[in-house]
């Protein structure tokens, strides 16, 4: 049974960082498909970035040019580097692959 489990996020000022990690147990195969999303009150989900089926990194609008994602298969893990954080940032970030998905961590920005 696969289970994933996000840890790395807090409370932090505009302009700082913060570093998820999305740890991985049970038979996932690899890394590539593994996706951050992130769910800020009264709002949809919404997808943050992936690694993609071959390997490539991807990211929506929110994320570019602030946010990196990498990981390593040997670990089963995926990290969210967050850097220049923003107010609008604040939201719960789950990980997800295959549509299981992770309980999440909370990143509270603060201006």
């Known amino acids: 049974q696969v289970q994933l489990v996000e840890s790395g996020g807090g409370l932090v000022q505009a302009g700082g960082s913060l570093r998820l990690s999305c740890a991985a147990s049970?038979?996932?195969?690899?890394?590539?498909?593994m996706e951050w999303y992130r769910q800020a009150p009264g709002k949809q989900r919404e997808l943050v970035a992936r690694i993609t089926s071959v390997g490539l990194e991807y990211y929506t609008n929110v994320a570019k040019g602030r946010f990196t994602i990498f990981g390593d298969n040997d670990k089963k893990t995926v990290l969210l580097q967050m850097n220049s954080l923003k107010p609008e940032d604040t939201a719960i970030y789950y990980c997800?692959?295959?549509?299981?998905w992770g309980q999440g961590t909370q990143v509270t920005v603060s201006s």
């Open positions: 997800n692959k295959d549509a299981i």
């Open positions: 049970g038979n996932i195969g690899t890394i590539n498909g």
